[in-house]
T-cell receptor, first 115, second 115 residues
Framework: KQEVTQIPAALSVPEGENLVLNCSFT??????LQWFRQDPGKGLTSLLL?????REQTSGRLNASLDKSSGRSTLYIAASQPGDSATYLC??????????????FGSGTRLLVRP | SAVISQKPSRDICQRGTSLTIQCQVD?????MFWYRQQPGQSLTLIAT?????????ESGFVIDKFPISRPNLTFSTLTVSNMSPEDSSIYLC????????????FGSGTRLTVV
């Protein structure tokens, strides 16, 4: 059974710091891994998607890496800003027996960037 | 990627009543997904809604409690029936983009409080 774990559960940093969020998964048979951002009480915004054959993706100050063999992904946020404060969720897309697929989420990292 | 309009954005309901949540997508999609996010928790898949067939429910979720409609390729509804305070959660719909490497897009969520 695929399990997705995110560490740390919460993080508080001063503005300007570079930071790394970690995600691990137990089964390397994934189609892709996606990082999302969720503001309190809101829906999810997709940040980055990494295909299983890829090693990393970049968008602005965000960089996500994927090491499928070890079951790990990291989200790197450069020069953090108070507007980055949110919960960050990683999710892996896995195959199912009926040829469909399912997105499995981690429990999230709650980030606070202090001015 | 697709744009999803979800409504209502929030509601406060009396126990024993039902609430229907609507999701409208700006493009045709084969599958739509409904998720629940209980307070302080991550997202759990409720069911997959396919156009023209019955929804497929995950373990722990039943059609009588969460009936789903999927009348066409751009629209779906989820009803939370006979509500109790334990149903207080954020409910989100989602679609997957096969042409975008199976990336997921989420609606803005419905924040439900049952009193």
């Amino acid at each position: 059974k695929q399990e997705v774990t995110q560490i740390p559960a919460a993080l508080s940093v001063p503005e300007g710091e570079n930071l790394v969020l970690n995600c691990s998964f137990t089964d390397s048979a994934i189609y892709n891994l996606q990082w999302f951002r969720q503001d309190p009480g809101k829906g999810l915004t997709s940040l980055l998607l990494i295909q299983s054959s890829q090693r990393e993706q970049t968008s602005g100050r965000l960089n996500a890496s994927l090491d499928k063999s070890s079951g790990r992904s990291t989200l790197y946020i450069a020069a953090s800003q108070p507007g980055d404060s949110a919960t960050y969720l990683c999710a892996v897309l896995i195959p199912r027996m009926d040829s469909s697929y399912k997105l499995i989420f981690g429990s999230g990292t709650r980030l606070l960037v202090r001015p | 990627s697709a744009v999803i309009s979800q409504k209502p954005s929030r509601d406060i309901c009396q126990r024993g009543t039902s609430l229907t949540i609507q999701c409208q997508v700006d493009s045709q999609v084969t599958m739509m997904f409904w998720y629940r996010q209980q307070p302080g928790q991550s997202l759990t898949l409720i069911a997959t809604a396919n156009q023209g067939s019955e929804a497929t429910y995950e373990s722990g979720f039943v059609i009588d409690k969460f009936p789903i409609s999927r009348p066409n390729l751009t629209f779906s509804t989820l009803t939370v029936s006979n509500m109790s305070p334990e149903d207080s959660s954020i409910y989100l719909c989602s679609v997957v983009h096969r042409l975008n490497n199976y990336g997921y897009t989420f609606g803005s969520g419905t924040r439900l409080t049952v009193v």
